[in-house]
């Protein structure tokens, strides 16, 4: 320590921003800082064009309403249904952003130039520095994806009889309100950073990724929501026709029902010349219907939110337990 | 083997110590020791193992076999993380980052990190702090690694071929600010090395492998001084009656002339001229003969269940 006489750098110049950021947490800002301003900004801008457009909507919504059902449909259908599915196809990007372009290169970059071992020899350790970068990669993407979903859900909500044709078990809706968008954002994130750690290659694992995300959008193209709830049913007499949906409800399925209770296809008698003889025939006396009820989208948001984000927990585990074990 | 403030007199103690990647075994039955304040080469033909030594040293790989300890305690222990410093072969830096940010984070993850002498480094090789770290010459970044090394204040210092990508000015120069600043800090240095004059003229202490083993350890004067070469006219074919007594690392015959390289074993008998050699020729000699028996200093040996390299004990000859 001999040469104390200097003063650090840090002192003499005096234009030093603060530091706020300390250790690690400053460590993994200043290495990811273009991705993470650029995730920021990007969920700045979104949010306020959402709250913006909420606000439109807020605008017409109300006289439309006033004017009886035939307005309401007119004016949402001509005039905002083209934003509210661009904003929705958006919404469905932020999992890929969040996987491909914060989780995939957070450590293979590392490992592809080296810095793992400039990090590591370092006085911290390897479990300590992974932890710490998974913990700021996850707030990043957490804080985004949950403060666009607010915005979006804050804009659909008002209109969810509306948009999308009232339908919010499609992908548009029910993937991207509630918590659902931060749960598989996460869940993107965790294969990302898991791809990145073991195929070492930064463009490798962000191509890896961004399969896993075409894979998950195809295999959950609206077919997960309705395992999650029990739909509701309700039956008519058959000449009082089909039941109608309650508002804000989601068809599920239509079908036709015997004296005996059993249950025909929806289409029975249906093309026939004289379909009242058929049905007589048949003894099909009601109609029935099966649905699900506005208010059973929160328990299923939450129970598909709860399994995906376990997936994620157990990813992102995994990821750490393995990359601590391998060196010391 | 402490001293009596309780700290370890071995910067470096291997027992038995292994590394093995899937099929191969890239270092084993490695049983050597460091003293703390010895500069110490490696050297050893490529795939000796002397990555491999290193990065063990400096906790980037984990032993398979055997037992590292470091100042007395096992490589694996995480308080150990401060006293060492390691300098990667590629010297990796992040691109992206400013000197300035380079040395910020030695100071953000380095409890005993010291600014002024990082700074000084950095400054005496006219570095602008504010350059990007990618925009640098390879000396340049090597003064930045190095800066990044000794301002962590190590007690010991690992080093992969730091100079090996350097021109011969800053390969000269580097090897200045490593020696003057290990030096200061009373720092142990490891480096491995392909450029045998560098080590000749930095290091009081040589580690040589090959094949994963050791094979010559110790103070380089030590080392050298139980080394002769002798030259002499041929008479039979075949090492010499009178030479074959004393251990023969290498011999070599070129027309009439014989020479070898031995470690003598009392006094040389015959018409010989004797010479001591010097540090190329017995590096040279015993990594093109991995059947000679290796040679470890009273210092470099460790006694023990492990140290089996050790038959030959007319090191003070």
Not at chain 1, 104 to 111: M, T
Not at chain 2, 275 to 290: D, I, K, M, N, Q
Request: glycine fraction near 10%; charge should be neutral.
């Amino acid at each position: 320590m001999s040469t104390a006489v200097e003063e650090p750098l840090a002192e003499r110049t005096g234009k030093q921003p603060p530091r706020i950021l300390r250790g690690l947490p400053w460590l993994v800002w200043r290495q990811h800082r273009v991705a993470f301003v650029a995730c920021l900004l990007l969920t700045a801008a979104g949010c306020v064009h959402m709250l913006w457009q909420r606000h439109v909507t807020l605008a017409w919504l109300g006289p439309a309403r006033a004017h009886g059902p035939f307005k309401i449909v007119e004016a949402s259908g001509q005039a905002y249904a083209e934003s509210f599915q661009n904003a929705a196809g958006l919404m469905s990007l932020v999992p890929v952003v969040a996987g491909v372009f914060l989780g995939a290169p957070l450590i293979s970059g590392d490992r592809e130039r080296g810095t793992v071992q400039l990090v590591t020899t370092q006085s911290v350790t390897r479990g300590r520095w992974l932890a710490v970068k998974l913990g700021v990669a996850v707030l990043i993407t957490v804080a985004c994806s949950a403060a666009l979903s607010a915005a979006f859900t804050a804009w659909w909500e008002p209109a969810h009889d509306l948009f999308n044709a009232g339908d919010w078990s499609s992908d548009d809706v029910f993937s991207n309100t509630g918590p659902v968008p931060v749960a598989v954002a996460l869940l993107h994130l965790a294969v990302g950073v898991a791809l990145g750690l073991f195929v070492r290659r930064t463009l490798l694992a962000m191509g890896l990724t961004l399969g896993f995300a075409v894979v998950w959008n195809l295999a959950l193209f609206s077919h997960v929501p309705h395992g999650f709830a029990k739909p509701r049913v309700l039956v008519n007499p058959v000449e009082e026709g089909q039941p109608a949906l309650p508002e804000g409800a989601v068809r599920y399925d239509n079908w036709t029902v015997d004296a005996r209770g059993g249950l025909h296809g929806f289409g029975t008698c249906f093309n026939e010349s004289t379909p009242a003889e058929c049905r007589t025939n048949k003894g099909i006396v009601a109609e029935r219907l099966e649905y699900f009820g506005y208010d059973q989208m929160p328990g299923m948001q939450w129970t598909h939110a709860a399994l995906v984000l376990a997936a994620a927990l157990a990813i992102l585990a995994l990821t750490l337990w393995w990359g601590r074990r391998r060196p010391l | 083997m402490t001293t009596a403030d309780g700290a370890s007199r071995w910067a470096l103690e291997a027992r038995g110590l292994g590394k093995r990647f899937r099929r191969v075994r890239a270092v084993q039955d490695f049983s050597v020791r460091i003293p703390a304040g010895a500069v110490c080469g490696l050297v050893g033909p490529n795939g000796a193992g002397k990555s491999t030594l290193l990065g063990m040293a400096a906790r980037i790989l984990r032993p398979t076999e055997g037992s590292l300890r470091v100042f007395g305690s096992p490589v694996a222990d995480p308080a150990g993380l401060a006293d060492t410093a390691f300098l990667a072969q590629d010297k990796p830096l992040f691109p992206q980052f400013t000197v300035e940010d380079t040395l910020r984070m030695g100071r953000e993850l380095n409890p005993r990190w010291d600014q002024a002498v990082a700074e000084r480094i950095v400054r005496s090789g006219k570095l602008p702090l504010g350059a990007r770290v990618g925009s640098l010459s390879g000396g340049q970044r090597s003064r930045v690694a190095l800066a990044l090394a000794f301002g962590k204040r190590p007690r010991l210092l690992l080093l992969d071929e730091p100079m090996a990508d350097l021109d011969p000015l800053a390969a000269h120069e580097v090897a200045g600010l490593l020696l003057a600043e290990a030096a200061e800090q009373g720092a142990t240095v490891v480096m491995s090395s392909h450029r045998l004059a560098d080590v000749a003229t930095m290091c009081d202490h040589l580690l040589a492998v090959a094949g994963g083993r050791v094979r010559l350890a110790g103070e380089t004067d030590e080392l050298l001084a139980a080394h002769r070469l002798v030259t002499g006219v041929r008479l039979t074919d075949g090492v010499p009656a009178e030479i074959a007594r004393h251990t023969v690392v290498e011999s070599r015959t070129t027309g009439r002339q014989f020479t070898a390289l031995i470690r003598p074993r009392g006094p040389v008998e015959g018409d010989w001229k004797i010479v001591e050699p010097g540090l190329e020729e017995v590096l040279l000699g015993y990594l093109r003969s991995p059947a000679a028996p290796p040679l470890l200093t009273a210092a470099a040996r460790i006694d023990g269940p492990h140290g089996q390299e050790q038959e030959d004990q007319e090191v003070t000859a």
